[in-house]
């Protein structure tokens, strides 16, 4: 299992920015994927997730509304669309495997996570 995040950078408050991960090793299509964050000195916290069709999508409160999260099983990409961004954001975002068919996993049933991409929200 492989899985690469790209798409952070710096980005000024109220600005967006769109993480993509690619996935390698296993089978995409029929696999949940959820998104994580972490601060430095904070605890990782779920950002959110997307189930292994696509149809449903849910999100932490923190970015309810403001982020989405997408898939495209054809190409084997995950994407996250950040908009409304704020200094509270910033992170390093991570990609994660969730399990076979499921539709909205718990926290602790994603697995493997890529490497991360960072996001710096500052004016």
């Known amino acids: 299992v492989q899985l690469v995040e790209s798409g952070g950078g710096l980005v000024q408050p109220g600005g967006s920015l769109r993480l993509s991960c690619a996935a390698f090793g296993f089978t995409f299509g029929n696999s949940a994927m959820g998104w994580f964050r972490q601060a430095p000195g904070k605890e990782r916290e779920f950002v959110g997730g997307i189930s292994w069709s696509g149809g449903i999508t849910y999100y932490a409160d923190s970015v309810k509304g403001r982020f989405a999260i997408s898939r495209d099983n054809a190409k084997n990409m995950v994407y996250l669309q950040m908009n409304s961004l704020k200094p509270e954001d910033t992170a390093v975002y991570y990609c994660?495997?969730?399990?076979?068919?499921?539709?909205?996993?718990?926290?602790?049933?994603?697995?493997?996570r890529g490497q991360g991409t960072q996001v710096t929200v500052s004016s």
């Open positions: 994660a495997l969730g399990p076979k068919y499921g539709v909205t996993p718990r926290m602790a049933e994603f697995g493997n």
